[in-house]
């Protein structure tokens, strides 16, 4: 049964991962930034310097991962970004802006990246499949599939996680810069940017988390 407990030793160190991550932006979005920039502000400003106007930058109402569509060259933004001024929504409008500036120089890791994600996914959810089968059968060869797939899955987050390293380092470089934020402000832009990069390493984990407050806020709705 070692393969899983390694399982379940990696499942929980990212679930640790995540209760960190949520800590630290519940934190800061109830801060207002002291130049009141939105989330959307910010955003289009990335994107307009890097002479990417005709990149769209929509709001989704419901619970989302503020993402950058590059197949679609759209930037989806949840309400606690697109409309606020908090600190979170400074550097998570930034951040994802500076996705677009990666598209546009054509980063081949980048590019890479954001090809494997459903396979990521894809491995992820496998992995889950095959445990469950596992579980109910006390299948050796089962745990040892899944923690296979499941290593799969962590490789191709370890890719993901330099990418959005560089990306959070290029998005915090943007806002000093330009003087988005105030100097006692640093420390916690900072903060935020890291826990950005850390939450696309435990990408599958939110995401899994996402879905089933959509889906339990749908069901309430009917």
């Known amino acids: 049964m070692i393969y899983l407990e390694i399982y379940i030793v990696i499942i929980t160190i990212c679930l640790l991962l995540c209760v960190k991550v949520d800590m630290a932006f519940k934190k800061y979005k109830k801060t207002d930034n002291k130049k009141k920039l939105s ?21 989704r109402k419901e619970r989302v991962i503020d993402t950058y569509d590059y197949r679609k060259k759209v930037v989806r933004l949840s309400s606690d970004v697109f409309n606020e001024v908090s600190l979170y929504a400074l550097a998570v409008g930034a ?38 089968l596992g579980m109910f059968s006390v299948n050796e060869v089962a745990f040892q599939g899944a ?3 499941l290593l799969l899955a962590l490789i191709l987050s370890g890719l993901s996680f330099i990418v959005d390293k560089n990306i959070a380092y290029d998005a915090y470089d943007y ?3 330009n003087k988005s934020f105030e100097e006692d402000e640093d420390e916690a832009i900072s903060e935020i940017l890291q ?3 850390l939450e696309s390493f435990t990408w599958f984990i939110v995401r899994l988390w996402y879905t089933l407050v959509n889906i339990m806020n749908e069901s309430k709705k009917k």
Do not use: C
Request: hydrophobic fraction near 45%; avoid cysteine; aromatic fraction near 16%.
């Open 147 to 149: 923690l296979v797939f």
């Open 39 to 59: 989330g959307f502000e910010i955003t289009r400003n990335v994107l307009d310097d890097n002479k990417l106007e005709k990149v769209y930058v929509i709001e």
């Open 175 to 177: 806002l000093k810069k």
């Open 95 to 132: 951040y994802v802006g500076m996705h677009g500036a990666y598209d546009k120089k054509n980063n081949s890791l980048y590019k890479f990246v954001e090809t494997v994600k459903p396979i990521r996914l894809g491995a992820y959810m496998f992995s889950l499949f095959i445990l469950i």
């Open 195 to 197: 826990n950005v990069y």
